[in-house]
């Protein structure tokens, strides 16, 4: 994708029962729990305007995903510290822990995988007479009076993490 060797490709986001896709809204009955590991993808690619022709998933970000889910998979399902406790997916209706093929994982990742775009780098920084700027170096909007824009857009390259993440 383009990254540095220091650049993390995929996270592996851990929550006890994390509520994001709809597939994820059932909850656990009392003495049951149920867990995800929710691979990430980092190191965005594009840069200027971004725009969406269609809701599929670029072939390479679908490659990454499939590969970063398989793994996650594993971990889970026959990880020393959890192979004999996980009995299978959550909910219960749903089967990707019997999951192996490349191409069972390619459906998934198709049918499964949601964006969630931290966008940064889209207000360039600089002096009034750039057409590209947005802001100045205080973040004041260029022609508009009383406005900034105090957040990630102003950001000219983003660290391979989360935009939240404290920068020390």
């Known amino acids: 994708m383009g990254l540095s060797k220091k650049q993390s490709h995929v996270e592996f986001f851990t929550s006890e029962l994390y509520g994001g896709p709809p597939q994820f809204r ?10 995800s590991i929710i691979p990430e ?3 965005q ?3 200027g305007t971004v725009t969406l022709e269609n809701e599929a998933p670029r072939p390479v970000y679908v490659s990454v995903l499939v590969k970063a889910c398989s793994l996650a998979n594993k971990i889970v ?11 299978g997916s959550w909910p219960p209706s749903e089967e990707h822990h019997k999951l192996e093929t490349g191409e069972d994982w390619v459906r ?5 995988a949601t ?16 057409e590209r700027a947005v802001v100045d170096g205080n973040l004041k909007v ?3 009076r009383g406005l900034r824009v105090a957040d990630t857009s102003i950001m000219p390259k983003l660290h391979s993490g989360h935009t939240q993440t404290d920068m020390v």
């Open 108 to 112: 998934f990742v198709q049918k499964h």
């Open 142 to 144: 260029h022609g508009m």
């Open 41 to 43: 993808l980092f190191g």
């Open 45 to 47: 690619q594009s840069r």
């Open 26 to 35: 059932d909850i656990p009955a009392p003495g049951q729990s149920a867990f």
């Open 77 to 87: 399902v026959k990880g020393e510290g959890t192979k004999d406790i996980v009995k």
């Open 115 to 130: 964006t969630c775009y931290h966008a940064a780098g889209t207000c360039k920084m600089g002096k009034s007479d750039d």
